[in-house]
């Protein structure tokens, strides 16, 4: 991989951890704070908007990738991140996935918003 594709997919995952984090940061907030089926909610309802702006801040500064791509990358990362950090080393259970509110949703709606911001974004580019 030569400096400049490695720098891309660096400036990519980086996008891609700030969401995760927020998203993680509305789940340690909200526990501490509400219930947790409260803080499920809050957090479906916080990952598109979070993904949703951190991919239009990619998609106008970087747009290295296409929306299905980038919507891959976030997504992939984000079940990865949970998978091996927050599952394996932080609960050390498997449980978390077996809530659709709390994994399943939130994923899907990853890869939705980073899809569609990519999208309009691009179509946005092209009228102007």
Not at 13 to 31: E, K, N, Q, T
Not at 93 to 121: D, E, N
């Amino acid at each position: 991989m030569n400096t400049t594709n490695f720098r891309k997919l660096i400036i990519i995952l980086l996008h891609a951890i700030v969401g995760w984090a927020l998203c993680g940061a509305i789940i340690g907030i909200g526990f501490s704070v509400t219930t947790e089926q409260n803080t499920l909610i809050i957090h479906a309802i916080g990952v598109p908007i979070i993904f949703g702006l951190i991919s239009l801040v990619y998609f106008n500064k970087f747009n290295f990738t296409t929306p299905v791509q980038t919507a891959i990358i976030f997504t992939s990362f984000a079940i990865l991140m949970d998978f091996f950090v927050i599952a394996l080393l932080v609960q050390k259970s498997l449980a978390m996935f077996m809530s659709i509110l709390g994994t399943w949703i939130p994923f899907g709606l990853i890869f939705v918003s980073t899809y569609l911001v990519g999208t309009l974004t691009a179509k946005r580019v092209q009228v102007a």
